[in-house]
C-alpha cells in the first residue's frame, strides 16, 4: 500500500546511455514532480505534473523528458546520460503537501 | 536560490527539545513556511507547514515571528529516530500549482 513507488532503486549506467525512471502514485493526486538531488543533498525541483499536463520546467536539459500517462503515473526518461547526471531522483505527489516517493539512485560511469 | 537558510548542524539530547531555525527573510504575504525531514536517504517526508500563525501537530511545533522573517522548529522530546537532515521550506506558487524551495537542511544528531 505503498504511496508513491519509484522503479527502480538503483541505476548503474554508462555515459551516453538511454535509461527511464517509473514514478506511480495510488494517493489520487493530479499534481506529480520530480526533484534531483545532488552529491551535496540539495534538492531542486525539474518538472511538475498537472493532471498529465506540464507546469514547471526548471530549466532541466533536454535530454531529460517527463511523460504522464495518466493521473497516476510520471516517468522520467533521460537521453544521453552524463557524468554529471549522477544523483537521486524523487518523485513526489500532492499539492498543498507532497509527499515523496523513495528515490532512484542513478550512478552514470 | 534557495529562500531559507538554516544551521548547517545541531546537536540535541535525547528527551530534551530540539529547536531548529530558519531565516526566510525575502518571504512574500502569501508563501507559506513548511518543514520536512529526511532520514538516512529516504524520501523527504513532511512535519508542519504555517503561514503566519503558530502551528502544533502530534509531531512537531512551529513558531513563526511576527514580521515572518524566520521560523523555529520544535520537536519537543527529541528520540534516537529524530536524527535526520531538517529542511526548511518556502512554497512559491507557480502557474496554478506549487513549488517547494528547499533549503540546504540541518543535520540534527540526537545523542543518547
Known amino acids: 500500500d505503498t504511496a508513491v513507488s519509484q522503479t527502480p532503486k538503483y541505476l548503474v549506467t554508462q555515459m551516453g546511455n538511454d535509461k527511464s525512471i517509473k514514478c506511480e502514485q495510488n494517493?489520487?493526486?493530479?499534481?506529480m514532480y520530480w526533484y534531483k538531488q545532488d552529491s551535496k543533498k540539495f534538492l531542486k525541483i525539474m518538472f511538475s505534473?498537472?493532471?498529465?499536463?506540464?507546469?514547471i520546467n526548471e530549466t532541466v536539459p533536454n535530454r531529460f523528458s517527463p511523460k504522464s500517462p495518466d493521473k497516476a503515473h510520471l516517468n522520467l526518461h533521460i537521453n544521453s546520460l552524463e557524468l554529471g547526471d549522477s544523483a537521486v531522483y524523487f518523485c513526489?505527489?500532492?499539492?498543498?503537501?507532497?509527499?515523496f516517493g523513495p528515490g532512484t539512485r542513478l550512478t552514470v560511469t | 536560490d534557495a529562500k531559507t537558510t538554516q544551521p548547517t548542524s545541531m546537536d540535541c539530547a535525547e528527551g530534551r527539545a530540539a529547536n531548529l531555525p530558519c531565516n526566510h527573510s525575502?518571504?512574500?504575504?502569501?508563501?507559506?513556511v513548511y518543514w520536512y525531514r529526511q532520514i538516512h536517504s529516504q524520501g523527504p517526508q513532511y512535519i508542519i507547514h504555517?503561514?503566519?500563525n503558530n502551528e502544533t501537530n502530534e509531531m512537531a511545533s512551529l513558531i513563526i515571528t511576527e514580521d515572518r522573517k524566520s521560523s523555529t522548529l520544535i520537536l519537543p522530546h527529541a528520540t534516537l529516530r529524530d536524527t535526520a537532515v531538517y529542511y526548511c521550506?518556502?512554497?512559491?506558487?507557480?502557474?496554478?500549482?506549487?513549488?517547494?524551495?528547499f533549503g540546504t537542511g540541518t543535520r540534527l544528531k540526537v545523542l543518547a
Open positions: 513526489a505527489s500532492g499539492l498543498r503537501e507532497q509527499y
Open positions: 505534473y498537472n493532471n498529465k499536463e506540464l507546469i
Open positions: 525575502t518571504i512574500s504575504g502569501n508563501e507559506y
Open positions: 521550506i518556502v512554497r512559491v506558487a507557480n502557474s496554478g500549482t506549487y513549488k517547494y524551495i
Open positions: 504555517g503561514l503566519k
Open positions: 494517493l489520487g493526486h493530479d499534481t
